[in-house]
């Protein structure tokens, strides 16, 4: 039996208990740099969500997003600059990725990925257009500069079968 200090009820306890395991989970499941979802939780959403699109014969689209030079960027202004980009481009990005069900997740380094559900090829394709022309015009502050960076953008549009993998898929894009 735990002990209850005097004055806390045991819903209190167990209420800030559920708390911290929500934390620790959301921890788990997210980017520390840049608050969005990572790579481990993407993979399984997105076996999730190949299964569901198989079931209901569902498009699915996949965006993949590998920010050009990158190494450059952190060998030639620091590593905090190079963090400082990544953000910007998360929280650009994050503004785009709007409908409910899609996606948005730091897939490692300098790579991002976007889920779209019912999208069709040329939805997916407009939006990677969007993305490219816009973190090209993307003025980032870093310490008195700015910064300006460009991105490779692969997309891969198509309902799953039962053999569709999550990595097959994104190796796709």
């Known amino acids: 039996e735990l002990a209850v200090p005097e004055g806390v009820g045991r819903s209190d306890e167990l209420g800030e208990l559920a708390r911290s395991f929500a934390q620790m989970q959301q921890r788990l499941l997210t ?4 608050g969005l979802y990572n790579r481990r939780y993407l993979e399984t959403h997105l076996a999730e969500v190949i299964t569901h699109a ?3 014969g569902r498009l699915v689209s996949v965006l993949t997003l590998d ?3 990158f190494k ?3 060998d030639t202004y ?16 994050r503004r785009k990725v709007q409908r409910a069900g899609d996606l948005l997740a730091r897939y490692g380094g300098e790579e ?5 559900i019912n999208s069709t090829l040329g939805d997916a394709l407009d939006l990677a257009e969007e993305f490219r022309a816009d973190i090209a015009a993307l003025e980032i502050p870093i310490d008195g500069l700015t910064l300006r960076v460009t991105a490779s953008i692969g997309v891969a549009s198509a309902i799953p079968d039962m053999h569709f993998t999550p990595s097959q898929f994104v190796g796709d894009a």
């Open 112 to 116: 991002f990925v976007v889920l779209l």
């Open 78 to 93: 620091g590593h905090p600059a190079g963090d400082a980009c990544l953000k910007a481009l998360a929280d650009y990005m």
């Open 31 to 34: 980017d520390a740099l840049t």
């Open 72 to 74: 450059s960027v952190n």
């Open 67 to 69: 920010v050009d030079f």
């Open 54 to 56: 198989v079931n209901r």
